[in-house]
C-alpha cells in the first residue's frame, strides 16, 4: 500500500509541471542482503526527498525521478550499480552506504562525470583519494575511532580489551583507528582479532574472549555480526561490554539480538530525528508508520544539500555544482551543513548511544 501511494503521489506531482525533461538521480545501497534493513532507510529517505522536491517544482523546474540501484555493499556488485546509473544518464547519487561500495563506484562516477553525496560511507579514503565529485553527510573514522579509542581508555584503561574487525574496508578501517587512538593513549589491547562475517555462530571467537577475560569488546564491522556476538555472550553467561560504531544504528540489531542488545554503546551522529528543521519531515514518515531512523535523514538531507547546490548554480553542470558545493552553506533536516575541500563536513560531531529496551537512546 505504501509502494502505491509512494507511486500515486511522485505521478501527482509530475502532471503538475509543464513538458520539461526529467532530472534522473539514482539512489544506491544494499537493497537485498544482510544489510537490507539499512537499504530500506536509504530508499525511504530519498522516495520522500525525490517526492517533496516535484511538489515544489523540482529542480531548475524540471522534475526528478529517482533510479534505485542494488549494490549488495559489495565492491563488485556497487561497480555494476554505478555503470548502471551512469548507463542510466543519473546527473546526481546518493549513496553508497558501505565505504567497500562507495570507492569503488566512485571512481566510475568520477570518469562519467556524475556527483556523488554519501549518506554512510565512513572510511577517510572515500575523500582522500582527492576526487572532486565526492562528499559525503556523515562524519569520517579517524574522527570516530578516536572518540571510540579515547573512550576506551578512559574508561576501561586497567581491563582487558579486544578489538575485532570484519576484515571489510569499513570495519577493519574503523577497528584501526579505534586501535591507534587507545594505543596512542598508552593503553594495549589484549587481542586483536578478525572475523569472518556472515557466519551464523560466532560461539568460537566468543568462547576464545572469555578464555582470554576480556572485559570489553570494541567491534568494527556491521550490526548483524555483532547481534549474534552479543547473543553468544548472553548464552555462556558472559558479562562483556560491546562497544561499535555507526553500524549499529539500526532497529535490526535489536530484532536479531533480543534481550543480548541491552547495553551494547556505538558512536553515530547526534540523532537528526531532534532536530527542529527535521521535525515536518519525521512526522510525515511517522504517519506512515515508519520510524525515520539512522540513514533514512541522511539519506534525505544528502538530497536537500544536492538540490540547494544545484539551484544556487543555477545549472545541473557538474562543475557548477560542486563550486556551490564547495561555496555554501546548506539548509538540511540534518541541520546547517558544509564542506571542506575535500568534501567532508566541516563540522562533524560523533555521541555516545546505548541500546535499552529495544530502541537506541543517547548515553547520559
Request: with cysteine.
Amino acid at each position: 500500500m505504501r509502494r502505491l501511494f509512494a507511486a500515486a503521489a511522485v505521478l501527482a506531482c509530475a502532471l503538475s509541471f509543464e513538458t520539461h525533461a526529467e532530472v534522473l538521480i539514482g539512489a544506491a545501497g544494499p537493497v537485498t542482503g544482510k544489510l537490507t534493513w539499512i537499504g530500506e532507510q536509504l530508499q525511504r529517505g530519498a522516495e520522500l526527498a525525490v517526492l517533496d522536491l516535484n511538489a515544489g517544482r523540482g529542480v531548475l523546474g524540471q522534475p526528478v525521478r529517482l533510479v534505485i540501484a542494488d549494490d549488495y555493499c559489495d565492491p563488485e556488485q556497487a561497480s555494476a550499480a554505478a555503470r548502471k546509473l551512469v548507463a542510466d544518464k543519473v546527473v546526481f547519487v546518493v549513496g553508497h552506504y558501505c565505504s567497500g561500495a562507495s570507492i569503488p563506484a566512485s571512481e566510475i562516477y568520477e570518469a562519467a562525470g556524475v556527483l556523488q553525496i554519501s549518506p554512510g560511507s565512513t572510511n577517510p579514503l572515500l575523500t582522500e583519494l582527492g576526487r572532486a565529485n565526492v562528499f559525503r553527510v556523515i562524519g569520517r573514522d579517524d574522527a570516530q575511532g578516536t572518540v571510540a579509542g579515547d573512550f576506551l581508555a578512559e574508561h576501561w584503561r586497567d581491563k582487558k580489551i579486544a578489538i575485532l574487525h570484519d576484515n571489510t574496508t569499513y570495519g577493519k578501517g574503523l577497528a584501526e583507528e579505534t586501535k591507534r587512538r587507545l594505543n596512542t593513549r598508552n593503553v594495549d589491547e589484549a587481542i586483536y582479532l578478525q572475523y569472518e562475517p556472515g557466519k551464523s555462530d560466532y560461539a568460537a571467537e566468543i568462547a576464545r574472549l572469555q578464555e582470554a577475560g576480556v572485559d570489553v569488546v570494541y567491534v568494527g564491522g556491521y550490526h548483524t555480526e555483532v547481534a549474534l556476538m552479543a547473543s553468544a555472550t548472553r548464552d555462556r553467561g558472559y558479562p562483556v561490554q560491546f562497544i561499535s560504531g555507526d553500524a549499529m544504528a539500526t532497529e535490526e540489531l535489536a530484532l536479531i539480538a533480543g534481550p543480548a542488545a541491552e547495553g551494547i554503546l556505538f558512536t553515530f551522529t547526534p540523532d537528526p530525528r531532534r532536530n527542529p528543521e527535521a521535525a515536518p519531515v519525521v512526522a510525515r514518515f511517522r504517519a506512515e508508520n515508519y520510524e525515520p531512523y539512522a540513514y533514512t535523514l541522511l539519506t534525505y538531507g544528502a538530497i536537500q544539500v544536492w538540490a540547494q547546490a544545484v539551484a544556487k548554480a543555477g545549472s545541473l553542470e557538474l562543475s557548477k555544482v560542486i563550486a556551490a558545493l564547495r561555496d555554501g552553506k546548506f539548509s538540511t533536516v540534518l541541520g546547517p551543513i558544509a564542506f571542506d575541500d575535500k568534501g567532508d563536513p566541516t563540522t562533524q560531531s560523533w555521541v555516545w548511544y546505548v541500546w535499552k529496551n529495544g530502541e537506541y537512546a543517547p548515553l547520559k
